[in-house]
């Protein structure tokens, strides 16, 4: 049943991707406003197909229809009902389902969006790739990563259910769907790239049209990357959250470039330069997108997160490929228009600054691709085997990294066009005063460790720098009467925010990075054993049957308070067993616990990991202030019409960013 | 206004003069060498885990990354320098054992590219500044100029 009705809508996506591309390329080449329409209402009958699949899917995972052949190897009776919800991006067929269903949505919203310029060629072009995107990914559906396959054989009565990690946190219902959210929403920007590449448009129009819409993308990337590293924190049992893993890379390398974007764009609308740089930018984020999904699902790189190897690795392959040749060329057929007269008048400028910034999120893009495929290069060159892993990234980026900071501490302060030494002094003393002033502490409590102090100096200055510029703003609102909220939010305003943001998180990131201390412990019961100021004393261990799975349970109790217990839990089908820590947060240092070894049997001794780590909880919360600056920024600023996109070529948003009052220092 | 000027100049000396002090206590470690399991461990965490892919053998406590921590320590404990140690493994696992790869040979362009493409990029921006920056003189008014401008300003005559 499920079988037949997700077969029928994976066709009836892709029939209707297919003939709104051909309506919409016979509309454009005749000019009939009618075709126009009617190609893009296409895109509904898209997103019913995408919706119906997945319908089915889930229809399908529910009633454990085992006669399907992903249900029968990603699903079982015995798997609790969150995770046979999840287990629809379990494994790789149903990762691409969730991918058209995001993409379908993200199309039906710019439909919808822009139904009022339907016969505008510029919407028209971008619905038709958006369309070739999504006929992409569902020809893979119905061709070598066909979710709706069914057993060769008989039905089995039960299934293993999903890989054992991916139903062992109810993370796992959401860190998927955020960063697809993201990942995928990079395809309404590029789309655009596309057509206004292909209709001469090339003003800025189009980029004040798709700016949100990569901002959006931005954000629910950034939440998905990290609700990642908690993921990892909390389920992967190692005590890190960030392995510079392939997958994770995959999820990096497009925000980077996606970041260098949100910055870029900015010389763009006020300078009209850098055309063909920010259109590389949005070329390179959405076909990185595609690259990573190649990289950790054709199995190429094997990784703790891929999932197997499959034909579907050369289409994706193949894809990327054409989406880099067809841009390319565009980007040099149009390239005397692309040529911008405009001159930086000055390196010490605002603009000075993003062109900086962009240097480094190029260099770390190219940094942590370089060192991702590197192991491949190296094989194919001369079939030397080599891994490149944390401590080449680690060192690598750190330099990268300290100096981004460094520039997020002064771009902010700079003016357009030229500095002036006064302008300098008087925006960035204090804000230079207070970071000294923290790292001088630092040291005198006993603080070492240059990289650490530098990360911890510069992102005061950073944090200091956008603090400075939300309290002039808070100020301005309340002399002209505006809301207080208006004062944070804004492109601007919000971005300082989210700059803040990514102060708490690299600070937490050098911190448990410099000064983590971790250490196994063979314990009887009621021994103890202590590390970095905590005593961790073990009680004892039980085994308790669950319905998926064998947990074994250690109770150890932390510093003479309450007791936790990191477990392992053996699920059938699985030869190893997973860990799952136990962690007593605090907001200076995480006490992470894992049980490394239950008692052997005719012994009482476990072997308990214990790791002191400090700030973790920072990261989380840095997370969580990024993506509530993302929302500020996204939020309207002013009055703009609710309904569209002011017309091609207008002049951009204005953003406040010194507001226009004497400023006492 | 100097004076000003000059007081700006004396705050940032003092500031940098600060932070560099403060900077250069601050890098020269607790004073206390590292024991032989800190010295194993920062050796273990640059080395892959032999059965998985890219964690360290110090972070992943799968049997066979236990294996290589407790050689590596019984090494360290031995006298043996980090070099002798990580030639050891190579010999043993292969040299894709090490996570950060040698920076000879092949390998070594995954450390060399990215320097040279910075370099390169930066170069570049130095060259485009340079390029960008305003003519001190205004260019000289050519003829053609001067016609363009009498036309329009006999246009404007009646």
């Known amino acids: ?665 | 206004m100097s004076a000003g000027l000059n007081a700006q100049r004396l705050s940032w000396l003092a500031l940098g003069l600060v932070l560099a002090g403060a900077l250069f206590v601050g890098s020269r470690g607790d004073g206390s060498p590292p024991t032989d399991e800190e010295r194993a461990y920062t050796i273990a965490s640059a080395v892959r885990c032999p059965t998985c892919r890219s964690q360290s053998a110090a972070d992943s406590d799968a049997p066979a990354a236990q294996a290589v921590v407790d050689e590596v320590l019984r090494r360290v404990q031995a006298g043996e320098t980090e070099g002798q140690i990580r030639a050891f493994l190579v010999s043993r696992y292969g040299p894709d054992i090490l996570l950060d790869p040698p920076k000879r040979g092949v390998s070594g362009l995954v450390w060399a590219l990215p320097v040279a493409a910075v370099a390169a990029a930066a170069a570049g921006l130095a060259v485009a500044f340079r390029r960008w920056r305003p003519p001190r003189r205004p260019a000289p008014v050519s003829a053609e100029d001067r016609a363009l401008v009498e036309e329009a300003l006999r246009g404007e005559r009646p």
């Open chain 1, 1 to 665: 049943m499920s079988a037949v009705a997700g077969t029928a809508a994976v066709a009836l996506g892709l029939a209707a991707a297919v003939l709104g591309m051909a309506t919409l390329a016979l509309g454009l080449k005749r000019g009939d406003p009618r075709l126009l329409k009617g190609g893009q209402r296409y895109v509904w009958i898209v997103l019913a197909g995408a919706v119906l699949a997945a319908a089915a899917m889930q229809l399908a995972l529910l009633t454990h229809d085992f006669s399907l052949n992903y249900v029968a190897r990603n699903g079982s009776r015995s798997t609790p009902l969150l995770y046979t919800i999840t287990g629809m991006w379990s494994a790789l067929e149903g990762s691409i389902l969730l991918w058209a269903l995001v993409l379908a949505g993200y199309l039906a919203l710019m439909a919808r969006h822009f139904r009022d310029r339907a016969t505008d060629p510029i919407v028209a072009w971008a619905t038709l790739v958006g369309l070739a995107v999504a006929a992409f990914f569902f020809i893979l559906m119905a061709g070598p990563a066909n979710p709706f396959k069914l057993v060769s054989g008989p039905v089995p009565t039960d299934g293993p259910g999903p890989n054992p990690l991916l139903q062992n946190h109810p993370l796992v219902a959401f860190h998927p769907p955020m960063l697809y959210l993201g990942y995928v929403g990079f395809t309404i920007p590029f789309a655009f790239a596309l057509a206004a590449l292909v209709t001469g448009r090339l003003g800025e129009g189009w980029l004040v049209e798709t700016r949100r819409w990569t901002l959006f993308a931005w954000g629910f990337l950034t939440a998905g990357v990290i609700l990642g590293a908690w993921w990892s924190y909390e389920v992967l049992g190692w005590g890190g959250y960030w392995a510079w893993d392939p997958v994770e890379n995959a999820s990096l390398l497009p925000w980077l470039t996606a970041t260098a974007y949100l910055h870029s764009v900015m010389v763009q609308e006020r300078r009209a330069m850098l055309r063909v740089w920010n259109l590389s930018l949005l070329v390179a984020t959405f076909s990185l997108t595609i690259l990573g999904t190649f990289l950790t699902r054709s199995g190429v790189l094997d990784s703790v997160h891929a999932f197997s190897e499959s034909a579907v690795g050369p289409m994706i392959l193949g894809f990327f490929a054409v989406i880099v040749a067809v841009s390319i060329a565009l980007i040099g057929w149009r390239g005397d228009r692309l040529r911008s007269p405009g001159a930086i008048d000055s390196p010490v400028s605002r603009e000075g600054a993003f062109l900086a910034n962009n240097l480094g999120f190029a260099a770390f893009t190219f940094v942590v691709l370089l060192g991702t495929v590197f192991p491949l290069i190296a094989e194919a060159l001369n079939g030397e085997r080599l891994s490149v892993g944390e401590p080449y990234f680690n060192r690598m980026t750190a330099p990268i990294g300290l100096t981004l900071l460094f520039l997020m501490a002064v771009a902010p302060a700079l003016p357009w066009r030229k500095a002036s030494t006064e302008v300098l002094h008087r925006r960035l003393a204090i804000p230079a005063w207070i970071a000294t002033a923290v790292v001088a502490g630092l040291v005198a409590a006993g603080v070492r460790g240059l990289g650490a102090l530098l990360a911890f100096g510069l992102g005061t200055f950073a944090a200091a720098t956008a603090a400075r510029h939300l309290a002039l703003s808070v100020r301005h609102a309340r002399r002209t009467g505006r809301g207080r909220l208006r004062a944070l939010t804004g492109r601007t305003n919000g971005g300082m925010v989210v700059h803040i943001g990514v102060v708490v998180v690299a600070a937490a990131f050098a911190a448990s990075s410099s000064f983590s201390e971790g250490r196994e412990y063979r314990l009887a019961p009621g021994q103890s054993a202590s590390l970095s100021g905590h005593t961790v004393t073990y009680l004892d261990t039980s085994t308790v049957q669950e319905a998926n799975k064998t947990v074994t349970r250690a109770r150890v109790r932390i510093d003479g308070g309450p007791v936790y217990t990191p477990a392992l839990n053996q699920f059938p089908f699985a030869t190893q067993a997973i860990g799952t820590p136990s962690v007593k947060t605090g907001l200076f240092e995480d006490v992470y616990l894992t049980l490394v070894a239950p008692p052997a049997p005719g012994s009482d001794t476990a072997v308990i990991g214990v790791r002191v780590q400090p700030l973790i909880v920072w990261l989380w919360i840095g997370g969580g202030i990024m993506a509530l600056g993302t929302a500020l920024a996204a939020w309207p600023a002013g009055r703009r019409s609710r309904r569209g996109a002011p017309p091609a070529g207008a002049p951009s948003e204005q953003t406040v960013d010194e507001p226009a009052v004497p400023v006492a220092t």
